[in-house]
């Protein structure tokens, strides 16, 4: 029996759980998700600084055309010690420099005109110009990134300016990938009568990597249990395994019982959607299988649908089912009551509402329609029209258009 949509997502979320961390490298983590709270080891900044090349002063002694005395000078990376701002007077300071005692205001060269000493104040100072404040950023032993946070190049600044090399993250997955068929054969090469190019495990790589994972191309298997076998029997030592094919009712779809003898335990096979229905999903000492549809147009929305929010799971994410988007359907759809239907569609925000429209011909055997689209809308299983001027859930695989 087919499981619903929902039944099915909901089981496989349930099923996986976050792979263990280890420490990675900052130039490798970004995107991944760190496992630990991070809280600041000490104040940031870590003591009252200059925010530009300029004269440390006190504000009380400046204003318009008034002349001080340049008697100092704290470059970038230097030492404040034993450097006083007296009445009167003013330190030169670089950007970034520690503020000398005395000063509550630091004043930019180009507001400034220096003479032997002197300096001509051409501008109003108030207290905290351009000073930066002991703290004023994060305060020691406050949360700065949350466990569960995908790590941007914001985040990694922040980890390097407190000193870390690596960070505590969830480990990418290893995704086996593994076509099926004896029709199939490897770009590159040429083709005969009958034969088709593999190009499930190129797409089904780059939605892997796309995500953050490390796809593992197993090449082909044919359709003949020892051949299959050997191909899953090597897919299974990884993270994740992902078939495309041989999982629906013809003579030479044997994925589904190669992979009970090898003791996969399945969860459910075929699911009430369109297009996709004979996915299956199961465990192999809690490692997640996944057998999609070898319909290059199936196995993509599958994967989008089924195996994105695993894998992200995986990774630690914290928010793994991508939201949707209300959409004005621009044209009337009909659909059989039953499934649920994936619709690939043109969203764009024509300046008042995001509006959508099929982008071509939805039989699976059209790959072009997926080029077109930059969204996928799912149309529930009781319906059977959708009138055109109805709102419709959008998941955006691509940047809405702007008319």
């Known amino acids: 029996m087919a499981l619903s949509f929902e039944a099915a997502r909901t089981t496989i979320l349930e099923s996986v759980i976050p792979l263990p961390t280890e420490a990675v490298s900052l130039l490798d983590v970004v995107g991944m998700v760190i496992a630990e709270d991070i809280r600041a080891p000490w104040d940031m900044p870590l003591w009252n600084n200059s925010a530009m090349d300029g004269f440390a002063v006190r504000a009380e002694d400046c204003v318009a055309g008034q002349t001080l005395t340049v008697d100092g000078y704290i470059p970038a990376g230097g030492s404040a010690s034993g450097i ?49 404040i002991r ?55 040429d083709i ?12 089904i790589a780059a939605a892997v990597k796309q995500l953050g994972g490390e796809p593992v191309l197993l090449g082909i298997a044919r359709d003949d249990r020892q051949s299959l076998t050997e191909k899953i029997a ?10 495309t094919a041989g999982v629906s009712m013809g003579d030479h779809d044997l994925v589904c019982d190669v992979l009970e003898a090898l003791q996969v335990e399945r969860r459910f096979w075929k699911v009430d959607i369109k297009p996709g229905r004979p996915t299956a999903f199961g465990l192999k000492n809690g490692k997640p299988v996944f057998s999609l549809p070898g319909n290059p147009v199936s196995s993509m929305i599958t994967f989008e649908q089924f195996v994105r929010p695993a894998l992200l799971k995986m990774m630690g994410h914290q928010k793994v089912i991508k939201p949707f988007v209300r959409a004005v359907m621009q044209e009337t759809i009909k659909k059989k009551p039953g499934r649920v239907q994936f619709l690939r569609v043109r969203v764009a925000n024509d300046g008042q509402r995001l509006v959508a429209s099929s982008s071509g011909d939805q039989n699976t055997g059209i790959l072009r329609t997926l080029l077109r689209a930059n969204g996928i809308a799912v149309l529930p299983a009781d319906l059977e029209q959708l ?17």
Not at 193 to 202: H, L
Not at 387 to 403: F, W
């Open 234 to 243: 090597a897919g299974l030592q990884e993270d994740v395994l992902i078939t």
């Open 135 to 189: 703290g004023e950023d994060v305060s020691k032993g406050e949360l700065v990134i949350a466990a569960g946070t995908a790590l941007r190049p914001a985040e990694i600044n922040m980890l390097a300016s407190f000193g870390y090399r690596t960070a505590p993250v969830f480990r990418r997955p290893k995704v086996a990938i593994l076509s099926t068929g004896d029709e199939l054969v490897e770009p590159g090469g």
């Open 84 to 132: 006083t701002v007296k009445p009167g007077g003013a330190v030169k300071i670089m950007t970034g420099a520690p503020a000398p005692v005395g000063c509550d205001a630091i004043v930019p060269i180009e507001e400034t005109v220096e003479n032997n000493g002197k300096l001509i104040l051409t501008g109003q100072v108030r207290p905290g110009d351009h000073l930066r």
């Open 387 to 403: 009138p055109s001027g109805e709102e419709v859930d959008v998941h955006l695989i691509a940047a809405v258009d702007v008319v």
């Open 192 to 203: 005969g009568t009958g034969q088709i190019f593999n190009s499930n495990d190129y797409s």
